[in-house]
């Protein structure tokens, strides 16, 4: 006898930044009530593994994402080793594990099941199989950038990060200006450049970034990372213990 197909609502695919925003609006929407969700994602997503930063103005921040989700702002940025004023822009810094919990907490909310084991193939696109069941979404969110065949001349231009968050033992960075983009690294055959984010005069997210064809390896991340903080803390005379 073949199995009936379960219909369900909605579809997440993955639990990133689009997907957590996403089922934020929804709720906000009151479109997630006596729904059936599903949502497909191997990691537990507990912990912060990301960071995501945007521009916006002060009044356009809040039809982005909740006031409160925002843990840090600036409002002057260093580029070329010179500090600008953003008015009236400025760049917001919400961690990772934020949306997480909270998109969690809706799902939760919503008795949303969560499917993080290897879902088998099915026939359709649109449906999903999962031990031995088949699920058929009304909607399906995927936001995974689609995988197009490769040829001789052309390659996937890959976007990789590594990053640190550091404390210095004395105060060492203003809070309210970050350096964006500062391309005094090695370039590797690729595009990379630096980040550096303050939390406060101590703390700060230092990252490097690359646009290539290779993914950069950890290694190779921390590596670039060590280097560029010697050189960081020597050109403002302070220690850093670096490993």
């Known amino acids: ?26 709720e ?18 507990n912990k912060k593994d990301k960071t995501y930063c945007f521009w916006a103005t002060s009044d356009d921040v809040e039809k982005i994402i909740p006031k409160d989700f925002i ?15 953003l008015d009236p822009l400025r760049y917001y810094h919400v961690s990772s594990l934020t949306l997480y919990e909270k998109a969690l907490n809706v799902a ?3 008795h949303a099941q969560i499917i993080s084991n290897t879902l088998e193939q099915s026939k359709s696109s649109h449906q999903i199989t999962f031990n031995g069941e088949t699920y058929e979404p009304k909607f399906s969110f995927d936001s995974r950038p689609p995988i197009i065949k490769q040829t001789k001349r052309h390659f996937y231009i890959n976007q990789s990060f590594v990053g640190w968050q550091i404390q210095t033992n004395v105060d060492t960075f203003n809070p309210q200006s970050f350096t964006m983009m500062d391309f005094e690294i090695p370039q590797d055959n690729a595009t990379q450049f630096v ?3 303050p939390f406060d005069t101590k703390n700060a997210l230092v990252e490097v970034t690359r646009f290539g064809e290779e ?26 213990n670096i490993p």
């Open 1 to 26: 006898m073949k199995k009936k197909k379960q219909v369900i609502d909605y579809l997440f695919v993955g639990l990133g930044a689009s997907n957590c925003l996403l089922i934020l609006e929804l």
């Open 28 to 45: 906000k929407m009151g479109l997630l009530d006596k729904k059936q969700i599903t949502i497909i994602e191997p990691e537990k997503k």
């Open 71 to 85: 843990d840090k702002e600036w409002n002057q940025v260093i580029l070329n080793g010179k500090t600008q004023n």
């Open 108 to 110: 939760k909310k919503y």
């Open 195 to 197: 980040y550096v984010l």
């Open 215 to 240: 993914v950069m390896s950890l290694d190779h991340g921390e590596r670039l990372l060590k280097n560029y903080l010697k050189d960081y803390c020597d050109s403002i005379n302070i220690g850093l």
